[in-house]
């Protein structure tokens, strides 16, 4: 929460309470683990999601589902992103979610250097279909793991007065643990994004003719992200470690998931994990990360 009085304390509220209200809307899964977060962190990171919800919608959802044509949809976006950088410049804005973006970004030291990227990949959904291996690696770094080095600013810098620049370990772990999250969507998501969207994620890949062997070779490479982003999950601060690991845990169940199922299936099915499972996790994690706020418990 902002420290300011006045009007500007009562906007900062408004436009906090407004981003979190974006985000209730929205997954369960990403709303579990945000109720994990602890204090400031917890607003933060929702004002950092709503934004990336709202980028979202412009590009895949509501726009469209309003009737917005395809060129005024590449120039809401644009005008989106230059709200962004006008509030993080003046740290005000009437969008109260850019607002409330621009407050956890200023606190935390989240810049251009992480939103520009995260737009770029955006606008290439208006415009690319099929992707190459370089550009499906840029197209990961802006739309995953820029917004992991989001939340490892706001997490490194937790109650800090001032920005806390991370560990290379941390930034490496969450960037890998962004890149999984996403990868992993684009399996779940292959029907919607290839029969309702025309596009292919995953370089070389035909989302209709996906084999087995496909599906196990890409899911190795998101459980060696998973892998490398678990082992750094201890040296965050405690105000974050039991929400990163719910969120670990839930997209390696996903994963398995996805293993169990057979490829030409997943142009017909989309993989969930149910609630009561998605609980279990999250119980698991606190017992494991934070095992004091059990009753009984102790760490092993």
């Known amino acids: 929460m902002s420290g300011r009085r006045g009007a500007a304390a009562a906007l900062d509220r408004a436009a906090e309470a407004a981003a979190s209200t974006v985000i209730s809307r929205y997954s369960t899964s990403f709303g579990l683990a945000t109720q994990l977060l602890r204090g400031v962190v917890r607003t933060r990171t929702r004002s950092v999601y709503a934004l990336v919800r709202v980028a979202d919608e412009i590009v895949d959802g509501a726009a469209a589902e309003h009737a917005v044509a395809p060129a005024r949809i590449a120039e809401l976006l644009d005008d989106y992103e230059r709200r962004t950088e006008q509030a993080l410049e003046l ?10 973006f621009a407050l956890a970004a200023r606190a935390t030291g989240i810049g251009t250097d992480l939103t520009r990227p995260f737009f770029a990949s955006m ?26 080095l989001m939340c490892l600013r706001i997490f490194a810098t937790d109650r800090s007065p001032r ?6 370990e941390l930034v490496d772990g969450a960037q890998r643990l962004g890149a999984a999250f996403q990868k992993v969507n684009f399996l779940r998501d292959l029907a919607a994004d290839a029969g309702e969207r025309g596009r292919a994620y995953f370089p070389g890949i035909d989302p209709g003719a996906l084999t087995d062997a496909d599906r196990e070779r890409l899911l ?3 459980d060696d992200d998973l892998a490398a982003a678990r082992r750094v999950i201890p040296a965050l601060p405690a105000s974050s470690r039991v929400a990163v690991r719910t969120a670990h845990d839930l997209f390696a169940e996903l994963s398995r998931c996805l293993r169990a199922t057979r490829a030409s299936d997943l142009m017909t099915t989309r993989v969930r994990v149910g609630n009561t499972r998605k609980l279990l996790l999250a119980a698991q994690a606190l017992g494991t990360e934070a095992p004091g706020l059990i009753p009984g418990r102790t760490r092993p």
């Open 123 to 148: 606008r290439a959904d208006l415009d690319v279909s099929r992707h190459t291996d370089e550009s499906f690696a840029t197209y990961v770094h802006g739309s995953a793991e820029v917004i992991g």
């Open 220 to 222: 190795d490479d998101i």
């Open 91 to 100: 740290g005000f804005s009437t969008d109260l979610v850019a607002h409330a």
């Open 163 to 168: 920005p806390v620049e991370p560990s290379p």
